[in-house]
Nanobody, 127 residues
């Protein structure tokens, strides 16, 4: 089992920045990758970014590439999402997720591909 706890959400003005953290505990040595998703009211869960656990390779959704950066701190078993130039449409609950096994692909962008989820953290961007 893997436990994930997000933090760092809050209220920020448009154009500002936030850094989300996701601390992983439990059987983290069995993880293949971690990802960040978000869900706005009335919408589905949207993929944002993913990072592989072994070599920290990254992949981004087109909607956030260039503004958001995913990274990890091996020593702390923590994954970060640095969000810059935030827009009101970035307002959502942000979730981190972990996938156990590599499977047939390399980067996974659907929420069904992930096995563990955090509780989510609210990000609100005011105009």
């Amino acid at each position: 089992q893997v436990q994930l706890v997000e933090s760092g959400g809050g209220l920020v003005q448009a154009g500002g920045s936030l850094r989300l953290s996701c601390a992983a505990s439990g059987r983290t040595n069995s993880m293949y990758a971690m990802g960040w998703f978000r869900q706005a009211p009335g919408k589905g869960r949207e993929f944002l970014a993913t990072i592989t656990w072994s070599d920290s390779s990254t992949y981004y959704a087109a909607s956030v590439k260039g503004r958001f950066t995913i990274s990890r701190d091996n020593a702390k078993n923590t994954v970060y999402l640095q969000m810059n130039r935030l827009k009101p449409e970035d307002t959502a609950v942000y979730y981190c997720a972990a996938r156990k096994t590599p499977g047939g692909g390399y980067f996974y962008t659907t929420h069904t591909a992930y096995d563990y989820w955090g509780q989510g953290t609210q990000v609100t961007v005011s105009s």
